[in-house]
């Protein structure tokens, strides 16, 4: 199965940009629905933005207009384009994928990255 590796976390002052990337390894990422994810401490993981395998996208509303996902097959990685970035962002990404369930929710994601911090302060 694939396996995930993310990066591009760091602090950052509020307003200001990243970019995460999430280099995927073994199976390509045209084969999987793949999402980013965040967990802020004390609070649940939730979705910020998925791509099916035929590459539609869907972003939360709390990140809309402000985040983007893409991804390019040739280089076999994820990103997530975060721009005006606020103080509530600050959480750990993740990236996940998997084969049968395109959603913006956690629950179903087969395979999962470790997470790459961000912190906007």
């Known amino acids: 199965h694939v396996q995930l590796v993310e990066s591009g976390g760091g602090l950052v002052q509020p307003g200001g940009s990243l970019r995460l990337s999430c280099a995927a390894s073994r199976e390509s990422v045209s084969s999987y629905h793949m999402g980013w994810f965040r967990q802020a401490p004390g609070k649940e993981r939730e979705g910020v933005a998925s791509i099916a395998n035929v590459g539609l996208t869907t972003v939360a509303d709390s990140v809309k207009g402000r985040f983007a996902i893409s991804r390019d097959i040739a280089k076999n990685t994820l990103y997530l384009q975060m721009n005006s970035l606020k103080p509530e962002d600050t959480a750990m990404y993740y990236c996940?994928?998997?084969?049968?369930?395109?959603?913006?929710?956690?629950?179903?994601?087969?395979?999962w990255g470790q997470g790459t911090q961000v912190t906007v302060s």
């Open positions: 996940a994928a998997d084969r049968r369930r395109w959603a913006l929710t956690p629950s179903g994601y087969d395979y």
